[in-house]
């Protein structure tokens, strides 16, 4: 006999239970489907005899001491089977008694899937249906220079989020930041805490007075806006930019 290709089950004398001595070829990295009348060996064939022999070979791969802890399957009646890998197979009985229960977690392939797709997959925004993506400091730098050349290079602030921790207040981190060389924080853009139910203190801009927010909407920040640099992207060298860039990305 020939040797088995590469992509391509070869199975010869197949006699296990009602087959007759099947001679077939079944390619490999395909899907395919088995079908015929009750009682014409289609689990004969597929569970009896390529399951059966696919999961045989794989636990033989075992040491003497780990194949006595898994289930070994008796070698099906036929006279060859060459090019056959591991095999997975299941059932129609559901061994799990629960409605949430899938292919993917019966066979443990859904961690494996969230992997693939995690690695392979591109990642949408759910709000606007863009394609979400890592930035740099150089693919911020190549956005912003060209947003700002289309908007009459106004002047840019770089800046990054701080969460303020519940132990601490606002005026303590903005201490601490104070104190690492950070004193320009953005007005207005500091995130709120909504409280126990009331709503959230809202901080507006008019005739470039800002007013206070009621006493009784207060709540204390939960994030502040820290301005890392001020610059013209037009007038500033692009090694600073992508320092000041960077050094936000850090934080």
Do not use: W
């Not at 939960?222 to 990305?249: F, H, K, Y």
Request: net charge positive.
């Amino acid at each position: 006999m020939s040797e088995a290709p590469q992509d391509a089950i070869l199975v010869r004398g197949a006699r296990q239970n009602n087959l007759k001595s099947l001679d077939l070829d079944i390619p490999l990295n395909e899907l395919l489907v088995v079908t015929g009348v009750s009682g014409s060996g289609k689990s004969s064939l597929v569970f009896d005899t390529l399951y059966a022999e696919g999961q045989r070979r794989y636990v033989e791969t075992f040491s003497p001491y780990a194949r006595q802890f898994l289930d070994r399957m008796d070698k099906p009646q036929v006279d060859s089977i060459a090019g056959i890998p591991p095999a997975i197979a299941i059932d129609q009985t559901n061994p799990v008694r629960t409605s949430r229960s899938t292919v993917g977690t019966m066979t443990e392939l859904n961690d494996h899937l969230k992997l693939l797709y995690a690695r392979a997959a591109a990642l949408f925004c759910q709000r606007c249906a863009r394609v979400v993506r890592r930035d740099t400091a150089e693919s911020i730098y190549r956005d912003v220079s060209v947003r700002a050349r289309d908007a009459g290079d106004p002047r840019v602030l770089i800046s990054f989020p701080v969460p303020v921790p519940p132990s601490f207040s606002e005026a303590e981190v903005r201490a601490l930041l104070e104190r690492q060389g950070y004193t320009r924080f953005v007005a207005g853009a500091a995130a709120p805490s909504t409280g126990a139910g009331g709503p959230p203190a809202v901080a507006a801009r008019t005739a470039g007075r800002r007013k206070r927010p009621r006493a009784a909407a207060a709540a204390p920040a939960v994030r502040l806006e820290v301005v890392q640099d001020r610059l013209r992207i037009g007038g500033t060298e692009r090694s600073r930019v992508l320092e000041s860039l960077e050094a936000a990305l850090r934080v």
